[in-house]
């Protein structure tokens, strides 16, 4: 059964076609790579997907449902979550605080309670330990190295118990240990039924990650299947290697 | 252990001491008309009250969500007129009943707030703060214009009570100014530890995260701004009671809305006690500054000289840079890798 379902996605920016009539579907309980050269659209997927910016046309639907024109903060009270492709966290916050920001269902109640509940600070600290960075709950966000900041921002992401979580970059910018780490992470919230979509440009991270990865290739869908089988596909070999 | 059980000792030792200033300072507050009952120091206590609810107030969305505000002196006019007219058009008696109707004031400011703020926060950064200041030119020119409701430059008279004289009458403006700066402070102080405080902060840090982690910036940034204006409306409805004339020119002054603005910034954006010491110490130059040179409007020279200071010296403002020095002072060596919640400038 899919969760999320992109049916013939469209953008534009001026002249530019960005997005061009995109389908994909995300397997419930799935880790699928959304692959493709610079410039393919993939960003602008998540972008369009999780409301940050309007599509032209197409629909996306969550669990059977059109969320397309929602905005962002509902998208994630509904269930998806999202991270950036330059780790974003709360810099004049602690990474503790950035842990608890996150709302699903944001009401009066935000308004009267304590931005520290003793059941959400406790499952803060737990993410943070779950990510190995629990010693740095009480530091500034702004003072925490890359690596940390990414690990933060995926701990952050997962508080509100999203079903789908959006990776944009996951590996960007961080170092082979820090990478198998993130890859684990990533592995153990699957395995407790989080569903995850991912843009990556390591290959070897998407092949050994993903169960299902789709191709993009200027805006439009040249591939999908197992890790395996796209990566033979004489479509993306030309796609990569402008062949 | 042994560190465990200082630090333990330390930080109930800060607690206490902290609690203590906090009781020194509220019975000063309360007793100050007792034992300085002059009208000149009642007359000072009561504007630098109104300063210290003001600058709380205003901290409350500039300083919690980082969208810079130099409008509110509009909602300080719509509080004054919205009470100077009620307790005209109601006929209260003058005396202590009119002071009821400050709420009513405030609730009134909201809902203007709400219009304004429902178009204003449309835009960020530099574009809020120009619109902010054109609602107030906006503001001031409707209190000029519409003369059959506000009595336009001529003024609008808001009736005061006679029977009280000498030193009496500013005493019942000092508590109702001080009674509001204590509401100002507490909801500043709860919104702060609250979870939709931290959904503000969130928002001064990256609007674009808040939304993609579930935080209804909009809802959010409007409910900080009706709130903050709602207050300084309630304060303008006792200063609009406390001058008796009501003139679009001093109520809805761009002087007020810049000063709340610069003492934040002199105390300490979004910290809570920031804007109280910035109030005291901004409101007794000026007085000091009017007393020695005239009452001209050369304390705007002192405001900016105040202003570039706190650019070049004290970005931050005085608390979080008093609060860095402490914990340089108590962790001499390298703490700023971990520096904890509990010493950051939240107080």
């Given at each position: ?5 992109v049916?013939?996605?469209s ?27 610079n410039?393919?659209g ?21 669990k059977a ?57 406790a ?52 170092n ?63 796609a990569?290697?402008?062949? | ?29 309360l ?43 509009a ?72 003369v ?24 019942p ?26 959904g ?8 674009d ?15 900080a ?18 001058v ?74 005085i ?17 700023d ?11």
């Amino acid at each position: 059964m899919s969760l999320l379902e992109v049916d013939d996605l469209s953008k534009r920016f001026g002249g530019v076609v960005a997005v061009d009539s995109c389908s994909l579907s995300v397997p419930a309980g799935s880790i699928t790579g959304l692959i493709g050269p610079n410039g393919s659209g993939k960003t602008t997927v998540f972008n369009l997907v999780t409301g940050f910016i309007p599509r032209d046309g197409g629909d996306v639907r969550f669990k059977a449902r059109s969320i397309a024109g929602l905005g962002p903060d509902r998208i994630y009270g509904l269930g998806i979550g999202r991270t950036f492709q330059l780790a974003r966290i709360f810099p004049r916050l602690t990474a503790l605080e950035n842990m608890l920001v996150p709302v699903r269902r944001a009401g009066l109640r935000a308004l009267l309670s304590h931005g520290q509940w003793g059941h959400e600070k406790a499952r803060a600290m737990e993410m943070l330990e779950f990510m190995d960075i629990s010693r740095v709950a009480g530091t500034l966000g702004g003072a925490l190295s890359y690596g940390q900041r990414k690990l933060l921002e995926l701990a952050a992401v997962m508080m509100a118990r999203p079903e789908l979580v959006l990776l944009d970059e996951p590996a960007g910018g961080v170092n082979p240990v820090l990478l198998e780490r993130i890859a684990e992470h990533i592995r153990q919230l699957n395995g407790q039924g989080v569903t995850f979509l991912l843009v990556e440009h390591n290959m070897s991270f998407v092949m050994n990650l993903c169960h299902e990865v789709v191709v993009l290739h200027q805006g439009r869908v040249i591939a999908k299947g197992k890790p395996r089988e796209v990566r033979e596909d004489p479509a993306v070999l030309d796609a990569y290697l402008g062949a | 252990m042994t560190d465990a059980w200082t630090l333990g000792l330390r930080i109930g030792r800060g607690a206490a001491l902290k609690a203590l200033g906090l009781v020194v300072l509220a019975v000063f507050a309360l007793i100050l008309p007792v034992i300085a009952p002059d009208p000149a120091t009642t007359n000072i206590a009561v504007f630098t009250v109104m300063y210290v609810g003001l600058a709380t107030a205003w901290n409350i969305m500039g300083g919690y969500t980082g969208y810079i505000s130099l409008g509110h002196a509009a909602f300080f006019g719509i509080g004054a007129y919205a009470f100077g007219l009620l307790v005209i058009h109601l006929n209260i008696t003058p005396g202590y009943a009119p002071f009821l109707l400050v709420p009513v004031a405030g609730v009134l400011t909201a809902v203007f707030a709400v219009g304004i703020g429902w178009i204003a926060l449309r835009t960020r950064a530099a574009t809020f703060v120009i619109v902010t200041i054109a609602f107030m030119f906006i503001v001031q020119l409707l209190a000029e214009n519409l003369v059959k409701l506000t009595g336009g430059g001529a003024g609008l008279s808001v009736p005061y009570p006679h029977d009280w004289g000498g030193d009496f009458f500013n005493t019942p403006f000092y508590y109702a100014m001080l009674a509001l700066a204590v509401i100002a402070l507490a909801a500043s102080w709860w919104i702060r530890r609250s979870k939709f405080g931290l959904g503000l902060l969130a928002i001064r840090d990256d609007e674009d995260k808040a939304l993609a982690v579930g935080v209804p910036t909009r809802a959010f940034k409007l409910t900080a701004f009706v709130i903050s204006a709602a207050l300084v409306g309630m304060i303008g409805a006792v200063y609009g009671y406390y001058v008796t004339y009501l003139y679009p020119q001093f109520v809805v002054d761009p002087l007020i809305g810049i000063s709340m603005v610069l003492m934040t910034f002199l105390g300490g954006l979004g910290t809570l006690s920031g804007p109280v010491i910035g109030a005291v110490l901004l409101e007794r130059a000026q007085l000091e500054f009017a007393y020695r040179f005239g009452a001209s409007r050369l304390y705007l020279v002192l405001f900016s000289a105040v202003f570039l200071v706190v650019i070049l010296i004290l970005p931050r403002g005085i608390v979080p840079s008093v609060a860095d020095l402490v914990r340089r002072w108590r962790r001499p060596a390298a703490s700023d890798a971990t520096t904890p919640a509990e010493q950051r400038v939240a107080s």
